[in-house]
């Protein structure tokens, strides 16, 4: 199982880093993940944020793999357990994709390109976050998913 997140965005603060780490190092025995982030556009930069938006899309759409399965974080998209991420990623697989792509964009949301590109939108919840914040939570919640999946002690 190959896994991408592309990421609008650096993480600027060591402990955002730090947590991040921990969770790709504690997913590397169960998958391939990477990471791979794109610049964000500052909108009084790029002429206004639609245009913001379209820059970062190119630079998103250029980043998933060939053939990946592509789910969009997004406050509008469908809530899911912890146990029925890992049921649904199960399924994924089972279905014969090698290769799941997790896009979050950045503070003015994703271009229409990118929505459209989408298979899937995955919300957290009705709740605002950062998404250095939210880049924490995709890869815990994609561990515990493969703990599950497994059998594994971890989710309580």
Request: hydrophobic letters at 40%; proline letters at 3%; glycine letters at 10%.
């Amino acid at each position: 199982m190959r896994i991408t997140v592309v990421a609008v965005g650096k993480l600027k603060e060591r402990f955002w880093a730090d947590a991040c780490a921990e969770y790709l190092k504690r997913l590397g025995g169960y998958a391939n993940v990477r990471v791979v982030e794109i610049p964000d556009r500052d909108p009084a930069k790029s002429g206004g944020e639609d245009a913001g938006r379209a820059l970062e899309g190119k630079a998103i759409l250029a980043a998933i793999p060939e053939r990946s399965h592509v789910v969009l974080l997004d406050i509008g998209g469908k809530e899911r357990s912890s146990e029925e991420l890992a049921a649904h990623l199960d399924e994924l697989m089972m279905r014969g994709s090698s290769s799941i792509t997790f896009v979050i964009g950045g503070s003015c949301g994703v271009s229409d390109e990118v929505r459209a590109r989408a298979d899937e939108r995955l919300s957290f919840g009705r709740i605002t976050m950062p998404h250095n914040l939210a880049r924490v939570v995709l890869l815990e919640q994609v561990y515990r998913a493969f703990k599950i999946m497994r059998g594994e002690p971890y989710h309580k």
